[in-house]
């Protein structure tokens, strides 16, 4: 018996074999202290091997352990100026000091995503096709936004499966959508057709977004859903050549659905993630988005 309390007390003295004494988390650094959502933060600390959990505010974040001493996290979505919380299943730490969240001024509030992410989950078993889409609003807060346009010349959608590109839609001239409520952004599926102007000299689809800005301009390509190439997916990239007017601002992105026919639902589809938001320019741009490699850590 006394050889137990006396094994007992040399362990709690030494640090071992107690839970959480030697394993508590320690922030020291964070780089960079500031940022949009999506930003990458390097963590310094110590005892960071067993975190499982990263969170700003209340919102858990995707990590990457690196080492005992260093992790690596991602700005969540939504989430406000706080200070950065390790958990792990011992203890919690936080960061000496907040994160500052600073969304680029330019990206209205209400819009979901203010910057690029690729999810970091994978689309489901199952998920056999893809589509494109892309985001086009008019910014109230620009003088003569009523007249803001964004202009679409073409769409390109393409995956790299087994190490070669597969192009599966290279659509020019035409686009499908509607017009989704914006404020809460994407209330409800409820939608009205999307209006278009056919830019001949340009072989474009024009959209007048400055003519209706309670609305989210949702487009896609003309060509239905397309299939996944055979072989080990790494991902698809999005193209599109757009030129957006002063007072307009555009966004690209895709989703994995179950198979090229089910309809809008629960369930039904996955999205890959978005592109960082484009401003308007005196020529033609191309807008990109890919999840090839995914998050990137």
Known sequence: MKEH?????????????????????????????????????EISGRNLKEVKRVV????????????????????????????????????????????????????????????GYVNSMPAPEGFSSVLLWGIAIADTRVSGYA?????VGWTQLSC????????????????????????????????????MTLDLANHAVTLRVGQRPDKVWHFWPLSPRQALPSGHLEGCTVKARVKISPGALLQMGMDYWRNPTVEYGPGNSHEAGASNWYFPSDRWQEAEFTDIGGMKF
Request: glycine fraction near 10%; avoid cysteine; aromatic fraction near 8%.
């Open 5 to 41: 309390v006396f094994l007992a007390a040399f362990l709690l003295v030494s640090g071992f074999g107690i839970a959480g004494s030697g394993e508590t988390p320690e922030i020291i650094q964070i780089s960079p202290t500031g940022g949009p959502e999506g930003t990458r933060v």
């Open 56 to 115: 700003f505010h209340t919102t858990d974040a995707d990590f990457k352990i690196v080492s005992s001493e260093e992790l690596v996290a991602i700005v969540p979505h939504r989430t406000a100026t706080s200070v950065i919380t390790l958990i792990t299943p011992q203890a919690r730490a936080a960061s000496p000091f907040p994160f500052v969240v600073l969304s680029d001024p330019r990206v209205p509030d209400e819009a979901s995503y203010k910057a």
């Open 147 to 151: 007249s803001a346009t964004v202009a």
């Open 160 to 195: 790299l499966a087994d190490g070669r590109e597969v192009v599966l839609n290279d659509d020019r001239g035409g686009l499908r959508g509607g017009l989704y409520r914006r404020n809460p952004w994407f209330g409800i599926n409820d939608h009205e057709p999307l209006p």
